[in-house]
């Protein structure tokens, strides 16, 4: 079994190496962490075998956790001062733009538990586990939710790219020395630690709590060498991309398909509120519409972390979404199914 999952790994980074260096050729914006994850997910939908094992995947958010940490300075509680404003207008924006593709995915035939589900953008596992509860689809509730994670990777970047008319995707303001090192050590304390106390997303939360501490107090702030930024890229791109197998062409098009409108839908609602984040508070078009995009935080904060999109702004945002949505998740799913019954 282990030699199985080694093949599968060994395969899954050789074919997203490939995929980064043609993205890297061709010029493509992120191309080491896109290249990657097209070139997995190409292939993981005509069944061939490529993973990236959970514990190695956990173990790179965890450094992404560190890099993000480390953005926390004594300065940032002075620009906390605004976020309320989008914090609320970032909720408002969820639920609209959630209700827009749940009104979709219902026209497409799915149930309205599986729906809503497939639709709430972020804590897939969680809403995955209290859809299949209600009596919803737990396959079209995850497919749906891994499909608009990588439609909004894949969608975004060229999007700031043509934006800034086709500027550096951000990595070359991240050419830093690298620093404190060290703190890599920690990773494997600190995920047990974050497990232990049920953290939402543990292996990205709490090696970014520990770093924020020791950044926020002057004591350490982590920096990765450019290559090590890519490294983590390449590997998380492989992880996103792998996650599909032996689904028909037909099956896994008309999947696309439904994923693809739906997240239109709700980027198109959720560019309205980033609009009005920027208009009123000052925020860049960019970092505003990354920080409302409905993709799950980790995948949000590697873009935010490649592309310089201020990351902590970013992440705040999107980590308020998903406590918000484990919170208040089960009573909707109550209200759900006393309202339609599953249906």
């Keep these: 079994m282990k030699r199985i999952q080694g093949k599968a790994l060994a395969r899954s980074l050789g074919i997203g190496a490939l995929g980064g260096l043609i993205f890297q050729l061709t010029g493509l914006p992120l191309a080491w962490m896109l290249g990657p994850l097209v070139a997995n997910l190409i292939v993981s939908a005509r069944g061939v075998d490529v993973r990236v094992p959970e514990p190695l995947r956990e173990l790179f958010l965890g450094v992404l956790g560190l890099v993000l940490g480390s953005q926390v300075t004594p300065q940032l509680a002075e620009r906390m001062l605004d976020w309320p404003v989008s914090a609320a207008l970032l909720l408002i924006g969820v639920a609209l733009s959630t ?113 924020a501490l020791l950044s926020a107090s002057g004591v350490a702030t982590f920096q990765l060498p450019d290559w090590g930024l890519n490294l983590m890229l390449w590997v998380l791109g492989s992880a996103i991309g792998s996650r599909f197998k032996g689904l028909s062409r037909a099956r896994f098009g008309r999947y696309v398909f439904e994923a693809a409108v739906a997240t239109l839908l709700a980027l198109v609602v959720l560019g309205v509120f980033a609009e009005l984040i920027h208009q009123l508070l000052g925020v860049p078009r960019d970092v505003a519409l990354l920080a409302l995009a409905p993709g799950g935080i980790g995948e949000m904060a590697i873009l935010a972390v490649a592309l310089d999109l201020d990351p902590v702004f970013v992440a705040f945002h999107h980590l308020l979404r998903m406590v918000t949505l484990m919170v208040f998740a089960p009573f909707w799913a109550g209200w759900l199914i006393r309202r339609h019954g599953g249906g």
Aim: charged share 10%.
């Design 99 to 211: 209700a827009a593709a749940a009104a979709w995915y219902r026209r497409c035939g799915f149930d309205s538990i599986s729906a809503w589900f497939a639709s709430a953008p972020g804590a897939m596992t969680a809403m995955i586990l209290m859809g299949e509860k209600g009596g919803g689809d737990p396959q079209r509730i995850a497919i749906a939710q891994s499909l608009r994670i990588i439609l909004v990777v894949l969608w975004l970047p060229p999007l700031f790219w043509l934006w800034e008319g086709g500027a550096d995707s951000g990595l070359d303001s991240l050419q830093v020395p690298p620093a404190h090192l060290w703190m890599l050590l920690a990773i494997p304390l600190l995920l047990p630690v974050g497990r232990w106390m049920r953290l939402p997303s543990p292996s990205l939360l709490a090696p970014l709590a520990f770093a």
